[in-house]
């Protein structure tokens, strides 16, 4: 089984500042990464899959970055929207795993 | 627009059983795979089970092999979960989600199950 483990765990930051979340893998995923939103009492939204690719709908201060094993999710200019809990998943061998989660708080 | 809408969630008693329907539209549901992922109170994502269109293909997490089973009908548009032998530690909002290669790219808004005696 793949584990990601995601750092931080809390990252508090201002509106405007830049926000940095990192995704680790037990072993290479290739591109195969997904991230998503998580709002409290919401389903999750997918943001970025293959790496750095946007989602439908997704604003361009989302980007996605990394390959193999170290993947790195970044929003420039954080908005008043953006603080929301974001999880890392992958697939392989036909097991789903997702990161244990980064909370992104206002600060 | 697609919507997944999941339904049958409540409480149950451990070792009781609950099934879970999830209404999808919006799209041609027999072309896409489907899962449930659940999320314990104040926990993390879990994936739970897999489907291919055809339900020729069916994969499931350890923690709930043997117990749980994923089915759909592809003339209703639905897609189930099945749920036996509850435990406490299956006590979770579950989610449908839409398949797309490995990743999901559409949620339904989930259905709480409560497993307490």
């Known amino acids: 089984e793949i584990v990601l483990t995601q750092s931080p765990a809390t990252l508090s930051l201002s509106p405007g500042e830049r926000a940095t979340l990192s995704c680790r893998a037990s072993?290479?995923?290739?591109?195969?990464l997904a991230w998503y939103q998580q709002k409290p009492g919401q389903a999750p939204r997918l943001l970025i899959y293959?790496?750095?690719s946007r989602a439908t709908g997704i604003p361009a201060r989302f980007s996605g970055s990394g390959s193999g094993t170290d993947f790195t999710l970044t929003i420039s200019s954080l908005e008043p929207e953006d603080f929301a809990v974001y999880y890392c998943?992958?697939?392989?061998?036909?097991?789903?795993?997702f990161g244990q989660g980064t909370k992104l708080e206002i600060k | 627009e697609v919507q997944l809408v999941e339904s049958g969630g409540g409480l149950v008693q451990p070792g009781g059983s609950l099934r879970l329907s999830c209404a999808a539209s919006?799209?041609?549901?027999?072309?896409?795979?489907m899962n449930w992922v659940r999320q314990a109170p104040g926990k993390g994502l879990e994936w739970v089970s897999y489907?291919?269109?055809?339900?020729?293909?069916?994969y499931s997490a350890d923690s709930v092999k043997g117990r749980f089973t994923i089915s759909r009908d592809n003339a209703r548009n639905s897609l189930y979960l099945q749920m036996n032998s509850l435990r406490d530690e299956d006590t979770a909002v579950y989610y449908c989600?839409?398949?797309?290669?490995?990743?999901?790219?559409?949620w339904g808004q989930g259905s709480l199950v409560t497993v307490s005696s």
């Open positions: 072993q290479s995923v290739s591109s195969y």
């Open positions: 998943q992958q697939r392989s061998n036909w097991l789903y795993t």
């Open positions: 293959d790496a750095s």
């Open positions: 489907i291919t269109g055809s339900s020729s293909t069916i």
């Open positions: 989600a839409r398949s797309n290669n490995y990743r999901f790219d559409y």
């Open positions: 919006g799209f041609t549901f027999s072309s896409y795979s």
